[in-house]
């Protein structure tokens, strides 16, 4: 009975230095966040994202006196788990208070996340807690309630003004065009970048009902055949070398191309081109347009878990990222399309921005399809010659 109570007594000891631990962690964190409420936001992809939201996070952390808000950022392509695998193990373990207090999302993530745990799994948005989101017209195609827009990016033409001083406003000028100029327009590989992906997509989905942008149902693949007819007739006018016609490498590919004067025009990421010429890697005479229908499109949201902690904390951040102060850090230090009015904005620079409409981008999602696209241009396009 002695050693029934001694054992008792240590393990009451043990649960009770645990509890202890947990509560100066817990103090610990209030103590560096200044005694503000710490509000932690969970972001992914490339470094050039993480830099960003932590320029943001600590703009936001000096002027507000209420929260403080803790960066997590998984870098793409690193680790065992992505996040939105963890959102998920998080939701159907029916966890509660976690630090999921916000999340930023992309379109193909948030499409994801919200098919594998439903929409309800987040918060119906408030306007009244974001009142700064009253200014974005920019709406997610998926479940647009539960999400908040704050920033685009689109695939554009990118052209050299001084060759081309009127740039195509719509696809059937831009063919025109390719036909006037043979040899003067390329687009990359749709499997090596985005750029040319959104090119062959938009191309090949002109063709199709809106329904099919966001649609990983094996019934469009029937429905291609019209659209890859198409490329096919224009695959003669494409940027040549050595006697052949080349699909460039990579985003990259066709944007020096464009900057060596080997071809006038190309689609490429709006923030690609706009980062490269402030830093003065690419000509001054490099502008960008948007043609009709639009190429695609991206719209970065911020969602709110119903499983997190600090609800109200979250809502503060979103409202900050929408301020114009925030939408001018991301422009000037990524090139981001803002989602407010950009008057009264410093956009020296990024004046090309503002000729993007914004309500105009066509976001697409298909899911597994994008394999048999990809293998389908390579055995179709690519083996023209």
Known sequence: MKKFLALM??????????????????????????????????????????????TLTADFNASNDQYEVKLQFMLSGTGTQSLADMLTAASRAKQTNTDYDLVDFSGDDWSKVVSLIGEEQFVKLDGAQMPNAASVAA??????????????TTVILAYDSAAVPTPPATMDELVQ???????????NQPGTGGAGDSFARSAVYNFLPEEAFTSDDEKWTAEWDQGFDFLK??????????????????????????????????????????????????KDTIKITQIQPALTGSLQTLA???????????????????????????????????????????????????????????????????????????NEIATLG
């Not at 509890?19 to 209030?30: D, H, L, N, Y």
């Not at 695959?235 to 080997?262: C, F, R």
């Not at 981001?336 to 993007?356: K, V």
Request: glycine share 8%.
């Open 233 to 282: 007739e224009i695959h003669p006018y494409m940027y040549t070398s050595g006697g052949s016609i080349v699909y460039p490498a990579k985003n990259q590919g066709t944007l020096d191309l464009l900057n060596q004067g080997e071809i006038d025009m190309c689609p490429n990421w709006a923030d690609m081109v706009l980062s490269q010429r402030a830093k003065g890697e690419i």
């Open 9 to 54: 007594l240590a393990l009451c000891m043990v649960f009770a230095l645990a509890a202890c631990g947990e509560a100066q962690t817990a103090q610990k964190e209030e103590a560096a966040a200044g005694g503000k409420t710490v509000v932690t936001l969970w972001a992914t992809g490339s470094d050039n994202v993480r830099q960003i939201f932590e």
């Open 177 to 187: 065009w390719m036909k006037d100029h043979p040899g003067r327009f390329a687009y």
């Open 139 to 152: 709406k997610s195609s998926v479940s647009p309630e539960y999400c908040q827009p704050y920033r685009g």
């Open 304 to 378: 709110i878990p119903t499983f997190g902690s600090h609800t109200e904390g979250a809502y503060a951040f979103i409202n900050y990222m929408l301020s114009p102060r925030a939408q001018e850090i991301m422009v000037r230090d990524m090139a981001a399309i803002p989602l407010i009015d950009a008057s009264t904005m410093d956009m020296t620079g990024y004046e090309d921005l503002q000729g993007l409409d914004v309500s105009a981008f066509r976001i697409q999602s298909i899911g597994g399809l994008s394999t048999n696209f990809n293998e389908r241009w390579d």
